[in-house]
């Protein structure tokens, strides 16, 4: 064998696999051995728990199980993305306590993201007074309770004036203590094709895109994908509302009696608790931002600026793009506060999963179920954050080669 290919990895030879011996001095019996027991411990610990929880609530004759999910509610929610009345089953209210928490969630992590990247990048501005108001800001919210926020923004909300006396700072759109009313298309089954229409053409369009990077990798040519991209995202859909009729209409609010009817409503207690969690979390996004574009080395800054690029190209297409691996890991946490931090709704009156399940265990007594539900929901939620948050950090990351 020539000298050379005894560092060579190729001809390297595996060590002999050792097997176990029956002896207490073998590492590898011991370990098993050692795991065992602790397995069986936890075993033991958890069937003890779960036998006497079971056995007192014999003794206390609490029913247990779901059965209740498929009894009538009687509980009235007074905002819902899904139809519902009080006639409907418990399993229903859950649902729409969930479909509000991820509507709290969803919306506050976009806005949160938005705010947080625009003060961080506040702060590192050239301009005196914009770079100060920013760290103002930061410190502020930073500092202040979230629970104090809410209830903070809650009462500014509940002080506005009656709908009679309604706030119109422009148009149809009115401000008052019964929430904020806007005008909202009239929508239609020809809309909600449309919108399907609409994500089916974003996920082609990205399947394009990637077969387009492919065969330019291969051949060095890459097909022009906007034809493509423009076909899916505005022919498709408006051919479809098209051919269904191309109904178009604003439904505007106006005030009939007491109250407003028409158009689509923000609720006090919605806006209140959107309004806290995103300019709370934005606070701390801020910094993660700021210590992202920190991080990148100024030498970067100066070559992107020897090519001509102004502050704004350098910044999102130099700086941003390189910050991003820094950035993504601590903003997984911000993200997965801000879903937890929504349970605090229940302070301000908002109905999330966490205020319908309360009320539900306490029409029907159902307390391990209602609490177990409530753990699911939150640990669904954040386990989906996470694992998509650690695929887009994996795929930003930078590649060895």
């Known amino acids: 064998m020539p000298q050379d290919a005894i560092a060579d990895p190729r001809y390297a030879r595996a060590a002999p696999r050792r097997g176990v011996r029956l002896s207490w001095r073998d ?62 089953t418990y399993g229903r209210a859950l649902l729409v306590g969930v479909l509000n928490t991820l509507r709290v969630a969803v919306i506050g992590i976009v806005l949160a993201t938005v705010l947080g990247t625009l003060v961080g990048i506040a702060r ?104 493509w991209g423009l076909g899916l995202l505005l022919g498709v859909p408006l051919v479809l509302w098209a051919a269904m009729g191309a109904p178009f209409r604003i439904d505007a609010p106006a005030l009939r009696g007491f109250n407003f009817q028409g158009g689509a409503t923000i609720t006090p207690e919605f806006a ?33 600026g020897a090519l001509g690029l102004s502050r704004g190209e350098q910044l999102r297409l130099i700086i941003l793009p390189q910050a991003l691996r820094v950035i993504i890991p601590p903003m997984t946490s911000q993200y997965l506060n801000i879903s937890k931090n929504s349970s605090l709704a229940v302070a301000i009156g908002y109905q999330d999963i966490v205020s319908i399940a309360n009320t539900t265990l306490n029409q029907t007594g159902q307390a391990i179920e209602g609490i177990a539900i409530i753990m699911a929901v939150y640990l669904t939620i954040s386990l989906s954050i996470s694992l998509f948050m650690n695929w887009y950090n994996a795929k930003i990351s930078l590649k060895e080669r």
Do not use: C
């Open 124 to 227: 590192l501005s050239r301009n005196w007074l914009l770079a100060k108001l920013a760290a103002i800001y930061v410190e502020l919210l930073r500092d202040l309770p979230l629970l104090l926020q809410l209830l903070f923004w809650y009462a500014l909300m509940q002080g506005l004036p009656g709908p009679r006396q309604a706030i119109n700072p422009f148009g149809s759109v009115f401000l008052s203590n019964r929430g904020i009313k806007f005008p909202w298309l009239a929508w239609e089954p020809a809309h909600t094709a449309a919108l399907l229409a609409l994500v089916a053409g974003i996920a082609g369009t990205v399947l394009l895109a990637r077969s387009f990077t492919a065969k330019q990798m291969a051949t060095g040519v890459r097909p022009r994908l906007w034809p």
């Open 27 to 88: 590492p590898t019996l011991r370990s098993i051995v050692w795991q065992i027991i602790i397995v069986g411990i936890v075993a033991f610990i958890v069937w003890w728990l779960v036998s006497n929880t079971m056995r007192n609530l014999e003794v206390r004759r609490i029913a247990t199980g779901f059965g209740f999910l498929n009894r009538e509610a009687g509980l009235p929610i007074g905002e819902s993305l899904i139809p519902y009345t009080p006639a409907n």
């Open 272 to 304: 209140a608790l959107l309004l806290g969690l995103v300019l709370y979390t934005a606070a701390f996004i801020a910094e993660i931002v700021r210590a992202g574009i920190l991080a990148v080395h100024s030498g970067q800054w100066e070559a992107a």
